[in-house]
């Protein structure tokens, strides 16, 4: 039979899903492409809601040019994996515009289930799994109801449970099976579009205090670790006058491997680092990793070894930053001014250097020149435009963010003859007690200055002493900036916080969400075989997840065979089955009937006693005429029609109550 019995319901679940997937997909898809898709599930919609006919074939094919020219207008080719998803949705929801049989339909669930998987690869919270889980378990409904006439809520309540019977076997799968590399995979989508740049432009850097997204999390081995943390990611070291960018013999450097660095203590830890489109990671001082996917150079910088869309979680090893002599073409590198503009600031660092016995005494005379002279930090710094906006900043303004002291500074110190590079990267974070790790985020993002001394690299940071609270925990629990910073943070929790329920309800939702990324997002083959061996012993480690697959494969055989045993000879007449099911309700609910009426009579008696269920009740009554005594064909669809009028009729007086 090709007759659905559930189009309208159908058509709203539908269009609810791929709503709900469209607001998943603001970030990542162009604002025309979304509004679009918008515009096409409302319009299914309204057809729903008014009984309208769907657009002819001509009319469809029509919007749907029109739409693809949006879409690759919007779009673009440059993502392959967002054209990819732009194409599934538009061709599902266009789909739904003109779906009139159950093939159709059966078409775009299945195609749902790709919609939803794609949602994964932008994101893996916690808070996109249960939604994603949820929409699932609405798809799977709709598929039961392509073939059954009962509600919504039943067909849902089946397919959840559906889903949580297979969730113990996940759990065994993730933890057992053993870890194979991907046979393919994407390129990864574009991500953290708002986090670092590799050319450090102070307004650029300050426009990160709007934002709360995510960047990582580190967990310390002990707490050996002093404060302030200063988290490197990129090293920029050639100046244009307005940008500090890492120049292409940088570039050279940092492709040679991580050398044994300063003597010194070494830190142990590790991050969590969220999914994003650049190759840069994180790391204290002169950081190395042993990480498969990560690469440690020369600068003591970390990188990805491939673009990932997905958390990566990697092990550190940090020394102090290098004393390892600069030759004499290394310190001309860093020395090195191309440009002539700034003079004012020019001047200034001729006459510190003029003061200054070497580049120790300059970086302290430095740090005193910006206590002394009334500078001050701040989150919205003043625009300035021209070729001196360093002068500008020095002489005028006097007020930045980080960008404006490290560029400055560095400026200085390189007019001054000392080498000299600017650093951006992540400063502090904030420290969750309960479960001992820190979390950054991209309004921690900050830039500092590396000057090389008679001790090697030192970390010169005008925010020591314009604003030397900022250097301790995170920019979100800086008293002197707090005001500042809830009025430039975008709406969400952290701008919240100060209501002590809802600061409670971030941490533990931060808490929960660090729980979900390391130990399922970051459940890879090293945390695998730890487990194992830690439960099963080193020796024998190996015959665990060979011992599960054959366990599986036993199971799912014999799972095989019962469905496919041969069924008993000896069967009971058509619907006498359900017959008794009806008065087995009629029972629980005690409605009162006959015991020697005949089987018409009872029915009957009971549609009586139970009005909220004549019309099924009825229903099966006379279809129980037609099979039993008319001795009409016990066909199939006459064994659906009597098992979904059971169904209904024992969910019917929950519906009522």
């Not at 693809?68 to 929801?93: E, H, P, Q, R």
């Not at 009139?100 to 799994?129: C, N």
């Not at 990671?281 to 150079?297: K, M, P, Q, R, T």
């Amino acid at each position: 039979m090709n007759e659905i019995k559930n189009q309208r319901v159908i058509n709203f679940s539908l269009s609810f899903i791929y709503l709900g997937l469209v607001s998943f997909f603001i970030e990542h898809l162009p604002l025309p492409f979304i509004i679009m898709l918008s515009v096409l599930c409302g319009w299914n919609i309204y057809l729903t809601l008014k009984h309208k006919q769907k657009p002819n074939a001509w009319l469809a094919n029509g919007l749907a040019a029109i739409a693809l020219i949006i879409m690759l207008s919007s779009v673009g080719f440059k993502d392959t994996v967002v054209l990819f998803v732009a194409m599934l949705l538009l061709s599902c929801v266009f789909k739904l515009l003109q779906a009139k049989t159950k093939q159709h339909y059966q078409l775009i669930i299945t195609l749902t289930f790709f919609s939803l998987s794609a949602v994964y690869l932008f994101s893996q919270t916690i808070f996109t799994t249960l939604i994603i889980s949820t929409l699932y378990i609405l798809n799977f409904a709709v598929l039961g109801l392509l073939e059954s006439s009962h509600s919504l809520k039943l067909s849902s309540k089946q397919s959840a449970k559906l889903i949580f019977l297979a969730f113990p076997l996940a759990v065994v799968l993730l933890i057992f099976l053993p870890k194979l590399p991907a046979f393919w995979q994407f390129p990864g989508p574009k991500m953290a579009q708002t986090g670092l740049s590799e050319q450090v432009d102070p307004f650029d850097i300050a426009k990160l205090s709007n934002s709360d997204e995510l960047v990582f999390r580190a967990k310390f081995d002990d707490n050996s670790v002093s404060t302030p943390y200063y988290w490197r990611a990129i090293v920029h070291d050639e100046f244009d006058g307005k940008t500090w960018k890492t120049s292409s013999f940088l570039k050279q450097a940092m492709m040679l491997p991580s050398q044994n660095s300063s003597n010194g203590n070494t830190t142990q830890y590790s991050i969590i680092a969220e999914p994003a489109m650049a190759d840069w990671l994180y790391g204290l001082g002169y950081a190395s990793s042993n990480n498969e996917n990560v690469v440690s150079n020369s600068v003591g910088l970390l990188r990805k070894k491939q673009y990932k869309s997905k958390v990566l979680q990697y092990s550190v090893s940090t020394k102090p930053l290098s004393t390892k002599k600069l030759n004499s073409v290394e310190q001309l590198f860093y020395k090195t001014l191309t440009v002539s503009n700034n003079q004012k600031s020019y001047q200034l660092a001729q006459q510190l250097k003029n003061r200054s016995a070497n580049a120790d005494e300059l970086f302290n005379k430095l740090l005193d020149y910006f206590s002394q002279n009334s500078f001050s930090y701040t989150l919205t710094p003043t625009p300035m435009r021209g070729d001196d906006t360093l002068d500008q900043f020095m002489f005028n303004n006097k007020r930045g963010f980080c960008g404006h002291y490290a560029s400055a500074a560095a400026f200085i110190f390189r007019s001054a003859g000392v080498p000299a590079r600017v650093v951006s990267g992540y400063l502090g974070g904030e420290h969750n007690q309960n479960n001992d790790y820190i979390t950054v985020r991209q309004y921690d993002a900050h830039a500092w200055v590396e000057v090389y001394t008679n001790a090697g690299w030192r970390i010169f940071d005008a925010t020591a002493v314009v604003a030397p609270e900022r250097l301790n925990g995170s920019l979100s629990q800086s008293a002197a900036l707090n005001d500042e910073f809830k009025n430039n943070i975008n709406f969400g929790l952290v701008s919240l916080s100060n209501y002590a329920a809802i600061n409670w309800l971030r941490l533990e939702l931060e808490n929960l969400d660090y729980q979900w990324s390391s130990w399922v997002l970051g459940f890879d083959k090293n945390k695998q075989q730890d487990l194992l061996a830690s439960l099963f012993g080193i020796t024998y480690v190996w015959l665990v997840p060979l011992g599960v697959i054959i366990v599986l494969i036993l199971s799912f055989s014999a799972y095989f065979i019962y469905m496919n045993r041969p069924k008993a000879t000896t069967k009971q007449p058509p619907l006498v089955k359900e017959y008794y099911q009806i008065l087995s309700w009629a029972n629980k609910h005690t409605i009162n009937y006959p015991k020697n009426a005949t089987p018409i009579q009872t029915l009957q008696h009971i549609s009586q006693q139970a009005p909220y269920a004549e019309q099924q009740i009825t229903t099966f009554c006379h279809l129980f005429e037609q099979v039993r005594y008319a001795r009409q064909p016990f066909t199939k669809e006459r064994k659906n029609q009597a098992k979904d009028l059971i169904k209904l009729i024992k969910s019917i007086k929950q519906r009522n109550l």
